[in-house]
């Protein structure tokens, strides 16, 4: 089945460093790519939308400036967490869609995010 | 008003329970229902996507009603193993936004 290879699982990392997650999409083209970010005990929630070749679109709230993403090829989507604060420690998720008529999306392993 | 909610949960069950998950989502022109299912710092895991006419796997059963904007899950014989964080995902036409509800944490207790 489709597989997207997500690290790294989990980074410490300094207040003010940027940190870069990557996706890999192992066995499909991921046109588009879903990064997504987990707050303990609440849901997923939708941060961005990368397609493969062009900018991303982000949900309101979201600053472009501070989460950057790279889509240049079909198999990889990165995500970089520049300045990182405390407030930023989360779990982020990417996801993607095998195929257009594919259902449900296959999910990265996720990375955990501590910033101190 | 939320775009997708759930029952809020916990729910603790025994074992060999039956237990019901609720979700209704605000947009009609939602295209595409799933239910995922997730464990403690894990990734979220498709677990069944969920049509009009209902669908069984097992001891899961998931139906959608559009008029209503409803969608369930229904878990029967519940195992140790079910304990988990059940979350319901809609997404628009075409699939290209994906928006989760908050989840439903299930503790089935031996």
């Known amino acids: 089945g489709a597989v997207v290879s997500q690290h790294p699982s989990w980074v410490i990392c300094k207040s003010g460093t940027s940190v870069k997650i990557e996706c890999r999409s192992l066995?499909?083209?991921?046109?588009?790519m879903f990064w997504y970010r987990q707050f303990p005990k609440q849901s997923l929630m939708l941060m961005a939308t990368s397609n493969e070749g062009s900018k991303a679109t982000y949900e309101q709230g979201v600053e472009k400036d501070k989460f950057l993403i790279n889509h240049a090829s079909l198999t990889l989507s990165t995500l970089t967490v520049t300045s990182a604060h405390p407030e930023d420690s989360s779990f982020y998720i990417c996801?993607?869609?095998?195929?257009?008529?594919?259902?449900?999306?296959?999910f990265g392993s996720g990375t955990r995010l501590t910033v101190v | 008003r939320k775009e997708v909610e759930q029952d809020p949960g916990p729910f603790n069950v025994p074992e060999g329970a039956t237990v019901a998950f609720n979700c209704t989502y605000s947009n009609s022109a939602s295209q595409s229902f799933f239910w995922y299912r997730q464990d403690c710092r894990k990734e979220p895991k498709l677990l069944m996507s969920v049509y009009s006419s209902g669908n069984e796997d097992g001891r899961f059963t998931a139906q959608l009603n559009r008029a209503s904007q409803y969608i369930s899950l229904l878990i029967r014989d519940s195992k140790l193993s079910d304990s988990a964080t059940y979350l319901c995902v809609v997404t628009d036409t075409g699939g290209f936004k994906t928006i989760f509800g908050a989840g439903t944490r299930l503790f089935v207790k031996a």
């Open positions: 066995d499909f083209q991921a046109t588009t």
């Open positions: 996801s993607a869609r095998a195929s257009a008529t594919a259902y449900g999306y296959t």
